[in-house]
């Protein structure tokens, strides 16, 4: 199984994007869906995440900008992405924590022109 991204891409500073993620195959036994990112030159760090119950976390860098979701019945983890910032460009890596190990998404490229 595969975690396939999309919904990158080129935005001017202050608009949107929606990035989603979904798996190639049927994965059982979810507990935390999220969404990574890496800047040039940066580590990868964590945006936001939900958890099997729906709580969710958020860096402070995103928070109140970004929000975070799931499709339970498609195993797909979105992030609704306002108000964009320059300092938002990166590449964006979708993660899924399973009850036997974890998966990563090839990522996906947002670029911000300020």
């Known amino acids: 199984v595969q975690l396939q991204a999309s919904g990158g891409g080129l935005v001017q500073a202050g608009g949107s994007l929606r990035l989603a993620c979904a798996p190639s195959?049927?994965?059982?036994?979810?507990?935390?869906m999220g969404w990574y990112r890496q800047a040039p030159g940066k580590q990868r760090e964590l945006a936001a995440r939900i958890i099997g119950g729906g709580t969710t976390t958020y860096s402070d860098s995103v928070k109140g900008r970004f929000t975070i979701s799931r499709d339970n019945a498609k195993n797909t983890v979105y992030l609704q992405m306002n108000n964009l910032k320059p300092e938002d460009t990166a590449d964006y890596y979708c993660n899924i924590v399973t009850a036997w190990g974890g998966l990563w998404g090839q990522g996906t490229q947002v670029t911000v022109s300020s």
């Open positions: 195959g049927t994965i059982s036994g979810i507990r935390v």
